[in-house]
């Protein structure tokens, strides 16, 4: 790894990248972490101010020796000057004399190049050089080599080394020109306005990177990185579902109420953002999009209508970006994997389970078993293996008590919920959402425990198929409502009902399936109109005497008193069972 800055320079940030830098061996590649460091531009300002005054060329190389430490984790090992014998030493701050050969130098052959060093893994050679040539060189060492920006920030030191080295020595001789000398003002000015531009640019950069950290490492969501984009750049910012819903807005002029888009517009919106890589400008909107993985979870914008954003603003919102994506993905996997545990749960309750893991698990989903709950059954026809069915259900039965714990059973949606729906609320909420009423609702008495799931899941079951097989098929029924019916239904021997049917009808439903006729229907209606004949009638849209006959020829078929008492009772309680558990069989 490459050496870090120094405390005197900026904090980094992490650029992935693979680089070769002065001093590797051939075929060695390291990956770095670059830092993104500028000097104090005020010290920067009175060193150079220093050496450009200097004119003992000695003291400026030993000026330019005692900055190398600021710059990083490197240390001035020797200085050089060329003369007309050589190179003559310039020795450090810290030590008179070295212990590189001077062999090594003059070696170079006037070029930059790697030197031998004991102890010290990386030494550098850096060459003073003026228009005239070699001025001289700084031997530069450390434990490891400079990264990118150490390795910019020594060389600009040398520049300006080399710029008070060339001053003096052309002062001294008087030879230099008003131009050249300008010359290297100007690039002295031009390197200190780069520092100071990359300084001020990393400065914004490293805020963002803290602003965004900070927000996620206090467990910030969505509104929290909405919050910090627009305190980051001064403009309102929001996100929106993939639809076009407003999720969560930060700043001013938030429209109320928010105006929603065709889904035409939003998918031409979605499909131009995508096409470009970072964040994309539509209309009056910066725009990025949240995808992790591929799957676009939400969208993030920035409003700009006077078009003000600038370099800062795109790199605030692409992180900002990054940070939501990752926070849109742990939602949404952690949502999946709470509503599969819920799943399991209710379904292990409606088949039985062991009570203590029951409650065990109904705690860890923040679920409480140990209130009252009642199970809803409900079918809609069409909608049972659809997904936006069971989200239509979660909804229309959503109260201030706790959320249900909902599956799929078939084409049914099974609910464990602590309300009990309001008579016919729950149905018309659904009939509304789904944009038809023929649905129908069962709902068991209460639950007191897990061990009596089953029995109630049985309960709304029965109270569903008596709903579905009444003359009002549509609506809701509760267990509690049936009165007669709770002793008939699942749960029942299927063989004895129908042999109680046959000893009470059998002669009578033969008949009907002989002659094609309805005599088990009227006797029906008639026992459901209280044996009233004018509201019978009415039922079956027959005359009265119809209706006359069809009891005389039942009385005479069946031989059954419809006077008696008991008679009635069975004739009737057969009837319920024929219609509504047998479903009407012949």
């Not at 299927?494 to 009907?512: A, H, K, S």
């Amino acid at each position: 790894m490459a050496c870090r800055p120094s405390q005197r320079l900026s904090p980094h940030v992490p650029d992935q990248d693979v680089t070769r830098h002065p001093g590797d061996t051939a075929g060695t590649e390291r990956h770095d972490v670059r830092p993104l460091a500028a000097l104090d531009p005020h010290g920067l300002l009175v060193l150079s101010h220093a050496l450009f005054t200097c004119a003992e060329q000695r003291e400026i190389v030993r000026l330019a020796m005692r900055q190398i430490s600021v710059l990083g984790p490197y240390r001035a090992e020797v200085g050089y000057l060329a003369t007309d014998d050589g190179l003559s030493r310039v020795a450090g701050h810290d030590a008179e004399a070295s212990t590189i050969d001077d062999a090594q130098m003059t070696e170079l052959g006037e070029a930059d190049g790697s030197v031998s060093l004991p102890e010290r893994p990386w030494a550098w050679a850096f060459g003073l050089r003026g228009a005239g040539g070699l001025l001289g060189y700084i031997v530069v060492s450390s434990h490891c080599g400079p990264d990118e920006q150490g390795h910019f920030l020594l060389s600009s030191l040398v520049g300006l080394t080399s710029a008070a080295l060339s001053l003096a020595a052309t002062g001294a001789s008087q030879h230099e020109s008003a131009g050249e000398l300008s010359r290297l003002r100007t690039e002295r000015d031009t390197a200190l306005r780069r520092l100071d531009t990359m300084r001020s640019k990393l400065h914004l950069q490293r805020t963002v990177h803290e602003t965004l950290a900070r927000v996620a490492s206090r467990g910030g969501g969505e509104h929290a990185i909405t919050q910090a984009l627009y305190e980051l750049t001064g403009l309102s910012a929001l996100v929106e579902d993939r639809f076009g819903n407003l999720r969560c807005w930060a700043g001013p002029n938030r429209p109320e109420p928010y105006p929603v888009r065709s889904s035409t517009h939003q998918e031409e919106m979605l499909r131009q953002v995508t096409r470009e890589a970072g964040p994309v400008r539509f209309k009056d909107r910066l725009i990025a999009l949240a995808r992790p993985r591929g799957d676009l979870l939400g969208v993030l914008a920035l409003q700009d209508p006077g078009a003000t954003a600038d370099e800062h603003t795109m790199f605030a919102l692409d992180h900002a970006q990054r940070s939501l994506a990752q926070e849109l993905m742990h939602m949404r996997e952690l949502t999946e994997v709470e509503l599969r545990l819920r799943r399991q749960l209710i379904d292990d309750l409606l088949e039985g389970t062991d009570e203590t893991s029951a409650y065990a698990r109904a705690e860890a989903v923040g679920h409480d078993l140990q209130r009252t709950h009642y199970v809803v059954v409900v079918h809609w026809p069409g909608n049972g293996a659809d997904d936006s069915f069971t989200r239509a259900v979660e909804q229309a039965t959503a109260t201030t008590a706790t959320r249900p714990l909902i599956t799929r059973r078939g084409d049914r949606v099974v609910l464990l919920t602590e309300a009990r729906p309001d008579d016919d609320a729950v149905h018309a909420a659904l009939a509304h959402e789904l944009g038809t009423p023929e649905g129908a609702i069962g709902v068991s008495t209460r639950c007191d425990s897990p061990d009596s799931v089953p029995r109630c899941y049985q309960e709304a079951l029965r109270a569903l198929k008596v709903r579905q097989n009444s003359r009002q098929r549509s609506g809701t029924t509760f267990f509690e409502d049936l009165g007669l019916y709770r002793i008939l239904g699942p749960g029942n021997d299927l063989r004895e009902l129908e042999g109680f049917v046959r000893e009470w009808l059998g002669p009578l439903i033969d008949y009907d399936a002989r002659h094609d006729t309805e005599l088990v229907e009227t006797l029906s209606r008639y026992f459901d109109c209280g044996g009233n004949y004018d509201d019978a009638a009415a039922a079956l849209m027959v005359h009265r005497s119809t209706l006359r006959y069809r009891l005389q020829r039942i009385r005479e078929i069946s031989d059954r008193d419809l006077a008696d008492v008991d008679t009635r009772l069975n004739l009737q309680v057969a009837t319920r069972v024929w219609k509504i558990i047998l479903s009407g069989r012949r």
